[in-house]
């Protein structure tokens, strides 16, 4: 677990070091994404698919406030279908109106999660978004969710119902193509369903991480994604939908293990050690329950210093002392700078007194 959690502080620490960069990274690459999508979508007009304007319009976007970056690439999804049918155009153009004041007015916070729901489609991974909305944002994300659901399956009926709505014989006229295009939109069930499924899942992960319980947060991941596969499937069962049952089983999965890993790095609480305290005031009585983080401490490095004595001693070896105690002064003083004798600081310079001779000295 201590590996763990000195993994989740350093990645915590290279995000605070490059906060900015990494923000912009994130614009850049699910701006990228999208427009790449819209291109693969509809791609009807040569000069707008090209990849030099897409990296470009990526850059423009990732430097904008966001909800211009979503203008963007709408408009570049309307300039498209311009390319195949006016009346194509229209109804889009009608749709993304309606989409943008209803994006600006309830969620403008949380745009990311409409500007990555095209690339994550495409991988199959769209169902990680609501999840991520109740888990990140409030209950507003199902309304940027659907929008992002509305957008791709207008983009998607379109291609798939190119050669109609591109008819330019005389048997086609343009009341006919622009009911066409309204019916591919409010007839489509597989659309309908997915809608279902965000707005529920956005509702039932919000309001479970909202309850003071324990592990509130994998309850609600683990809630919102069996609420977002029985949507589908019945969903599925009812309409007989084209939805990919394995698909989605996978990317519930992954939507699972997304909010597992959100957990993790964002609410990683030590559920035992909680605390729970009671104090009232002159109007209010209170019931405080707090639950610690869980913190990595790094571990401290002691050095620990072993001081020796200045006036160290050394014990010459007993073979190596002379062998008559007459040419001891002699042999010190050859030896002085090599070894130092604990004796010698118990010599004292004093004259030789009435009962002592000089041989009781050492002289």
């Known amino acids: 677990m201590s590996d763990l959690l000195a993994f989740r502080e350093s990645l915590i620490g290279i995000y605070r070091r490059y906060e900015s960069l990494f923000r912009y990274l994130v614009r850049f690459l699910s701006m990228l994404t999208a427009i790449l999508f819209v291109d693969a979508a509809t791609g009807y007009s040569e000069s707008l698919s090209s990849p030099v304007l897409a990296l470009a319009l990526s850059l423009t976007g990732a430097l904008l406030p966001m909800g211009l970056d979503l203008v963007l690439v709408m408009l570049l999804g309307i300039v498209q279908l311009y390319s195949l049918a ?3 155009a229209a109804v889009g153009g009608l749709l993304v109106l309606l989409m943008l004041l209803l994006y600006f007015r309830f969620s403008p916070e949380d745009g990311i999660l409409m500007m990555m729901y095209p690339g994550l489609s495409t991988a199959g991974m769209q169902y990680i978004l609501p999840v991520a909305g109740g888990l990140l944002y409030n209950p507003a994300s199902a309304v940027t969710c ?12 379109c291609r798939n119902n190119a050669a109609t709505i591109g008819d330019t014989s005389e048997e086609s006229d343009t009341l006919t193509k622009f009911r066409f295009v309204v019916d591919g939109i409010l007839q489509n069930r597989e659309m309908q369903v997915m809608i279902a499924a965000v707005i529920l899942t956005v509702a039932a992960v ?70 729970k305290a009671q104090f009232e005031d002159k109007d209010y009585y209170y019931y405080v329950k707090a639950v610690p983080k869980n913190t990595y401490s790094r571990p401290r490095r002691t050095v620990k210093q072993i001081n020796t004595s200045r006036h160290g001693s050394y014990r010459v070896p007993e073979e190596d002392y002379p062998p008559e105690r007459d040419s001891y002064a002699g042999y010190r003083e050859e030896n002085a700078r090599d070894y130092r004798y604990p004796a010698d600081d118990a010599f004292e310079d004093v004259a030789p007194g009435p009962d002592r001779s000089e041989d009781d000295y050492g002289y």
């Open 86 to 88: 006016l009346e194509a």
């Open 146 to 157: 659907s929008l992002a659901v509305v957008y791709t399956g207008f983009l998607k009926f």
């Open 206 to 275: 919000y309001l479970i991480r909202r309850l003071p319980i324990v592990h509130s947060w994998l309850i609600a991941t683990a809630v919102g994604c069996v609420v977002q596969l029985m949507v589908i499937l019945t969903g599925d069962m009812l309409y007989q939908t084209d939805i990919n049952i394995g698909l989605t089983f996978l990317g519930v999965l992954a939507a699972a293990a997304a909010g597992v890993i959100m957990t993790f790095l964002l609410m990683n609480l030590d559920y035992s050690r909680i605390e």
